[in-house]
Structures are given as structure tokens and as C-alpha cells.
């Protein structure tokens, strides 16, 4: 299994400005994810996160408001960007283990974003 | 379109019963599912995984069933004590489009009461 942190573990915001999150994992792996998890809600995936190349992006998720960098296996920052209310959430990173035929995923211990 | 339905009410049971949580899915052809454990304020958590050719998977006192002909999948904890509340998410990953990246029901929380 993979040991995965993420900075902040909270924070708030003002509406209109930007927060980054880091996400560390402590070993390489090849998949890495982001989501989000609204209050009472389940995870929505919003980008995977590539290695060496642009965000794979779901349907709702833009590049524009949700910049991801992944400069190396162990590595990826989520950027919430021009933040607004409805923006407040768990954000979550997991990390995918990729055996013959599994697709476990390990999640991060999330960040709790409130927006003013 | 696709849709993972877990029972959104809370599940409330004696301990020492068996908790039984379902997770039903449409319009998926997945290549396995898997059921996580999420406790309040912190990422979920692998519990177990079953591919679409098997049945049955155990593992101590977690057993899940896999019905592809139903589209359900039945999550059953044995002998429940009151550590095992916590929310149970079901999540697919699809054969059909091969993405790596998994969908989530929305979770039943689960109150197992001393």
C-alpha cells in the first residue's frame, strides 16, 4: 500500500482567490487522481493526474479552474482557482496501484476547503 | 446514463448481527467492483475488490457478493461490533471504456449500536 499526505489539511478562503494542494505520495506510482467530495456527497472524480503531460479532465472540470501539476511519480498539486462559495469541499488525491488485474486505489487523508 | 445507487438511508443494526449493504448499478459493463470504508473527515479506505467473473469474495468477517446478471453487488460484515460504523462506498471501474479511475455510489453509512 501507498502512505499518502496532503497540505493543507484545511483551509479558508477568500472568495476570488486560489489555493494550492499538495499531495506527496512515498513511492512512485503511476496513476494519480483528484477528487472532490462535496458535504454529504460521495467522490467525483476531477482529473487524472499524468505524469510528463496535461490532466486527463472529467466532464464539469476545466483546466482553467482546477490547474494540476505532476512533475514526477510521487508528486501532484491541485490548484482551486478564483474560488467561489460552492467551491467548499474535501479534496482528495488517491494514488492507483496497477497489478495484473486489480485497480486499488489509496486515498489521501483530504483537504477541507471552506470559501467565504 | 450510469448510475451507482447505494441506500442513501442510514443502515441501523444490533452488534454482533450482520450488516447487509447493497449497490446497484446501471448502464456499467464493469471489469470489477470494489467497496470502500469512509470515516468522518478522512479518505476512503480499500476493503475489497471482485471481478466480473467471480461470485464471491471473503476476507475475515467482509464477505461481497457480485451479480452481473442483477447488476448488484451485496456487501455483508459478520459478527458486527460497533468499530465497523462508518460510511460503505461502492465504486466501478468500467471494461468498456478503460479508464483506470473510479466512479463512487454515494455511500451508506452504517450505526452498528452496542
Known amino acids: 500500500s501507498a502512505v499518502i499526505s496532503q497540505k493543507p489539511s484545511r483551509d479558508i478562503c477568500q472568495r476570488g482567490t486560489s489555493l494550492t494542494i499538495q499531495c506527496q505520495v512515498d513511492?512512485?506510482?503511476?496513476?494519480m487522481f483528484w477528487y472532490r467530495q462535496q458535504p454529504g456527497q460521495s467522490l467525483t472524480l476531477i482529473a487524472t493526474a499524468n505524469q510528463g503531460s496535461e490532466a486527463t479532465y472529467e466532464s464539469g472540470f476545466v483546466i482553467d479552474k482546477f490547474p494540476i501539476s505532476r512533475p514526477n511519480l510521487t508528486f501532484s498539486t491541485l490548484t482551486v482557482s478564483n474560488m467561489s462559495p460552492e467551491d467548499s469541499s474535501i479534496y482528495l488525491c488517491s494514488v492507483g496501484t496497477t497489478g495484473i488485474s486489480t485497480d486499488t486505489q489509496y486515498f489521501g487523508p483530504g483537504t477541507r476547503l471552506t470559501v467565504l | 446514463s450510469q448510475k451507482i445507487e447505494q441506500n442513501s438511508e442510514a443502515l441501523n443494526i444490533q452488534e454482533g448481527k450482520t450488516a447487509t449493504l447493497t449497490c446497484n448499478y446501471t448502464?456499467?459493463?464493469?471489469?470489477?467492483l470494489q467497496w470502500y470504508r469512509q470515516d468522518p473527515g478522512r479518505g476512503p479506505v480499500f476493503l475489497l475488490l471482485i471481478r466480473e467473473n467471480e461470485k464471491e469474495k471473503r476476507k475475515e468477517r467482509l464477505k461481497v457478493t457480485f451479480d452481473t446478471t442483477l447488476k448488484q453487488s451485496l456487501f455483508h460484515i459478520t459478527a458486527s461490533q460497533p468499530a465497523d460504523s462508518a460510511t460503505y462506498l461502492c465504486a466501478l471501474t468500467s471494461s468498456l471504456t478503460g479508464r483506470r479511475a473510479l466512479t463512487f455510489g454515494s455511500g451508506t453509512r452504517l450505526q452498528v449500536q452496542p
Open positions: 448502464n456499467y459493463s464493469p471489469a470489477y
Open positions: 513511492s512512485q506510482v503511476t496513476m
